[in-house]
């Protein structure tokens, strides 16, 4: 059962920081980046989509389209697939996380029969970089789908720097109060 009042802290903290009028994008995308990393900690769910308006407004997430992805002529069967798999009726709303390299995605079955090490090495060779939600293809800053866009020259100045890892917890509380 998914951490309700973790997704639910997090959201709220977002609707606050966001009405701040002082708040500056670049300190307002690592804090964000801060919200998002508590999140992950726990078992949540998944709950950018909750935010995304203002996700995108501080630059912590980015929204392309699919044909934007930096390496779509590569990947394109595969990400198409991903598109499609979206817009099916009964998956709709869905998101569907997309690994670095989607071509190397191996079936279910075979990640069932790997060890739990063996697992750990395909995510770090292959991680998961963005997601997609019909129509949208999204980043986060600093995700490794985000590094590429850098790498390409899709993301310049302020948008090509990663989120401030260093704040303290306690500041981006000390912020949300």
Not at 83 to 93: C, G, I, V
Not at 142 to 162: C, I, N, Q, Y
Request: hydrophobic share 45%; with cysteine.
């Amino acid at each position: 059962m998914s951490m309700h009042e973790f997704e639910d802290l997090v959201e709220m903290s977002v609707k606050i920081l966001d009405g701040c009028p002082a708040a500056a994008s670049r300190a307002m995308r690592s804090l964000l980046w801060h919200l998002y990393d508590f999140e992950a900690k726990w078992d949540t769910g998944f709950t950018h989509f909750r935010s995304r308006e203002a996700l995108i407004r501080h630059r912590f997430v980015y929204q392309w389209a699919l044909a934007e992805h930096p390496d779509y002529e590569i990947y394109r069967a595969e990400l198409d697939a991903i598109a499609a798999q979206s817009q099916a009726a009964d998956t709709a709303s869905r998101v569907v996380f997309i690994r670095l390299n989607p071509a190397h995605v191996p079936h279910v079955a075979t990640l069932k029969q790997m060890t739990f090490q063996e697992r750990i090495a395909f995510n770090r060779e292959n991680p998961y970089g963005g997601y997609y939600r019909a129509p949208y293809l999204y980043c986060d800053a600093d995700s490794p789908l985000w590094e590429r866009f850098v790498d390409v020259g899709k993301l310049t100045g302020a948008d090509a720097v990663p989120p401030d890892k260093t704040v303290p917890l306690a500041q981006v509380a000390r912020e949300v109060v």
